[in-house]
């Protein structure tokens, strides 16, 4: 909703940022166009039903309330952002910093990708700390979190992970075109300027290796590996 974003998560900081989603220092670079992550989706559909069925904001909040209070992981993930944005009740950044906390320990992997954007950039009173930063992005991405997935390709295609390459991030990539996240699909128009050659030249190595693919390893992003990474992702090319 007008707010900086990120396949990346939710939070810039890197040639890949991508959407608006509220106005978080932009980072290094520069910025890219919105997307809407799975919870996105769902807390737009939880507000159309809270508007059909009449619920108030607080009463929504309370929900996730007595849901994180059981330890619910993914509970404690939407209280969080809840909190953090101040719907159904104030905001309160310290409380939402601790859910996220409390549902990254449980291996949550949204969580980790935002404790990934928050330690990395250093918000909430944090000093930045890309090194933690990376870290909770990595055990995002082992959690299968698609959009951690994309992160960290991102973070390895800047140069900013030691000992990781072209490879490593294809790999990445193509787990998240995997997933069916359809925040990740949105963004194969932008690889070809947001993507180092050599990661591009990688990503269609994998997508040729996976059956996916038959055209040339150039690196370009044309109509040929954009129809193969739409059917990695699931979807007939049309």
Same mark, same amino acid.
């Given at each position: 909703?007008?707010?900086?974003?990120y396949?990346?998560?939710?939070? *810039? #900081?890197?040639?890949? *940022? =991508?959407?608006k989603?509220?106005?978080y220092? $932009?980072?290094?670079?520069?910025?890219?166009?919105?997307?809407?992550?799975?919870?996105? +989706?769902q807390l737009?559909?939880?507000?159309?039903?809270?508007?059909?069925?009449?619920?108030?904001?607080q009463? #929504?909040r309370?929900?996730? /309330?007595k849901?994180a209070?059981?330890g619910?992981?993914?509970?404690? !993930?939407?209280l969080a952002?809840?909190v953090?944005?101040?719907i159904?009740?104030?905001?309160?950044?310290?409380?939402?910093?601790?859910? &996220?906390?409390a549902?990254?320990?449980?291996?949550?992997?949204?969580?980790?990708?935002?404790?990934? #954007?928050?330690?990395?950039?250093?918000l909430?009173?944090?000093?930045?700390?890309?090194a933690?930063?990376?870290? !909770?992005?990595?055990?995002?991405a =082992?959690a299968?979190?698609?959009?951690?997935? &994309?992160?960290?390709? =991102?973070l390895?295609d800047?140069? %900013?992970?030691?000992g990781r390459?072209?490879?490593?991030a294809?790999?990445?990539? &193509?787990?998240?075109?995997?997933?069916?996240?359809?925040?990740?699909?949105s963004v +194969?128009?932008?690889m070809?300027?947001?993507?180092?050659?050599?990661?591009?030249?990688? %990503?269609?190595? +994998?997508?040729?290796?996976k059956? !996916? &693919?038959?055209? =040339?390893?150039?690196? /370009?992003?044309? $109509?040929g590996?954009?129809?193969a990474?739409r059917r990695?992702f699931?979807?007939?090319?049309?």
């Amino acid at each position: 909703e007008g707010i900086e974003l990120y396949l990346k998560g939710d939070r *810039c #900081f890197t040639d890949k *940022c =991508a959407i608006k989603r509220r106005g978080y220092p $932009p980072g290094q670079h520069g910025q890219r166009r919105p997307k809407h992550s799975d919870y996105g +989706v769902q807390l737009r559909e939880k507000q159309k039903a809270k508007r059909i069925y009449g619920i108030l904001e607080q009463q #929504f909040r309370n929900y996730f /309330e007595k849901a994180a209070a059981k330890g619910a992981p993914e509970a404690q !993930f939407e209280l969080a952002r809840l909190v953090e944005q101040g719907i159904g009740g104030p905001a309160d950044p310290a409380r939402a910093l601790e859910l &996220y906390a409390a549902a990254g320990k449980q291996g949550d992997g949204k969580a980790l990708n935002e404790l990934g #954007f928050i330690h990395y950039q250093g918000l909430y009173g944090l000093a930045p700390d890309p090194a933690a930063g990376i870290a !909770f992005f990595e055990r995002a991405a =082992a959690a299968r979190d698609p959009e951690a997935q &994309y992160n960290m390709a =991102a973070l390895i295609d800047d140069g %900013l992970v030691p000992g990781r390459g072209p490879e490593d991030a294809a790999a990445l990539l &193509y787990q998240a075109l995997r997933s069916g996240n359809e925040r990740v699909l949105s963004v +194969v128009p932008l690889m070809a300027e947001q993507f180092q050659p050599e990661t591009r030249r990688a %990503l269609q190595k +994998v997508l040729r290796e996976k059956g !996916f &693919y038959s055209g =040339a390893v150039d690196g /370009e992003i044309g $109509p040929g590996t954009a129809a193969a990474m739409r059917r990695a992702f699931g979807l007939d090319d049309a």
